[in-house]
């Protein structure tokens, strides 16, 4: 079945630094990925929509400056925190979707921590 | 804007008691999918739910897809401790790049 790998599971990182975080589709060419953000006990929030070779989408009120996302191949996607705050401490998970394929792969999450 | 409203968003039960998990929209879907997440760790798909008043069943999971394709029920039977964790009802946005959107999640807390 279909495969997604996110890395780094677990990031520690200090305040004002950036974190990347990417996301890789194993064994599928990933035309659409989707990042989420969680928060503890809660549900999963979509952040942005990205599709190969185009800019992200970004739902209302996530900041783009500062969540970056890059989908440069049909297997890549990153994001990166930019500036990252201890606010932004949070479970960040991506999801990939192959093209003429509507079904949803989530990678395994990575927890950031901002000290 | 198409929401899904989850219900309850807390559950703690006695092993062995049955259970009920509502997902419900204003909003026609042309699929609703749950999902599992243990801690920790991405959501696991359980099932994809495509034609209304389908019922498709998982061991002692039944999902339940409303005649309208608007709302979706989870009825797990004899619930055992295993079954803690936090359960997702989700559907996708074709006019929005088929982005998947969450409901607020289940809390399902099974006691021995």
């Known amino acids: 079945g279909a495969v997604v790998s996110q890395h780094p599971s677990r990031v520690i990182c200090k305040s004002g630094t950036s974190v990347k975080i990417e996301c890789r589709s194993l064994d599928f060419q990933a035309t659409t990925m989707f990042w989420y953000r969680q928060f503890p006990k809660k549900s999963l929030m979509l952040m942005a929509t990205?599709?190969?070779?185009?800019?992200?989408?970004?739902e209302q009120g996530v900041e783009k400056d500062k969540f970056l996302i890059n989908h440069a191949s049909l297997t890549l996607s990153t994001l990166t925190v930019t500036s990252a705050h201890p606010e932004d401490s949070s479970f960040y998970i991506c999801s990939a979707r192959g093209l003429g394929n509507y079904g949803y792969t989530f990678g395994s999450g990575t927890r950031l921590t901002v000290v | 804007t198409q929401l899904l409203e989850q219900s309850p968003q807390f559950l703690s039960i006695q092993e062995g008691e049955n259970l009920t998990v509502y997902c419900n929209s204003s909003?026609?879907?042309?699929?609703l999918q749950w999902y599992r997440q243990e801690p920790g760790e991405g959501p696991v798909l359980l099932v994809t739910?495509?034609?209304?008043?389908e019922v498709k069943k998982l061991k002692r999971l039944t999902f339940q897809f409303g005649d309208a394709r608007k709302d979706s029920s989870l009825h797990i039977t004899a619930a055992q401790t295993g079954d803690t964790g936090l359960y997702l009802c989700a559907g996708p946005i074709y006019n929005q790049g088929g982005k998947l959107i969450f409901g607020q999640g289940t809390e399902l807390s099974v006691k021995p």
């Open positions: 909003s026609v879907f042309s699929s």
């Open positions: 739910v495509v034609t209304g008043g």
């Open positions: 990205s599709n190969e070779g185009s800019k992200a989408t970004y």
